[in-house]
């Protein structure tokens, strides 16, 4: 069985920061690019972050300076630290386990992060 588990989401106001967790388990997970994605009611759902299995990383414009993802091979996890929240950051964040060529994608259920103003 495959599950990605998010934590770490909840309350905070504008200005704020949140680290969100994604453990991984059944899967190799040193062999898989990962990602955080988000998606707020009625908006398609949009990338957020991306590492790649070398851990080379890239950024929405709209996060970049204020997000930072990074991985733990160790501990099957990976991480979105989320400085500087601002309220159009509310959404729910989901990661992503993406695989070698013909491997299918994995996802999360989901943590919610909303940011008051």
């Known amino acids: 069985q495959v599950q990605l588990v998010e934590s770490g989401g909840g309350l905070v106001q504008a200005g704020g920061s949140l680290r969100l967790s994604c453990a991984a388990s059944?899967?190799?997970?040193?062999?898989?690019?990962m990602a955080w994605y988000r998606q707020a009611p009625g908006k398609q759902r949009q990338l957020v972050a991306s590492?790649?299995?070398?851990?080379?990383?890239n950024y929405a414009d709209s996060v970049k300076g204020r997000f930072t993802i990074s991985r733990d091979n160790a501990k099957n996890t990976v991480y979105l630290q989320t400085n500087s929240l601002k309220p159009e950051d509310t959404a729910v964040y989901y990661c992503?386990?993406?695989?070698?060529?013909?491997?299918?994608?994995?996802w999360g259920q989901g943590t919610q992060v909303t940011v008051s103003s």
């Open positions: 590492i790649t299995r070398g851990s080379n990383t």
């Open positions: 059944g899967i190799i997970f040193s062999m898989y690019d």
């Open positions: 992503n386990a993406d695989g070698p060529r013909n491997w299918r994608d994995y």
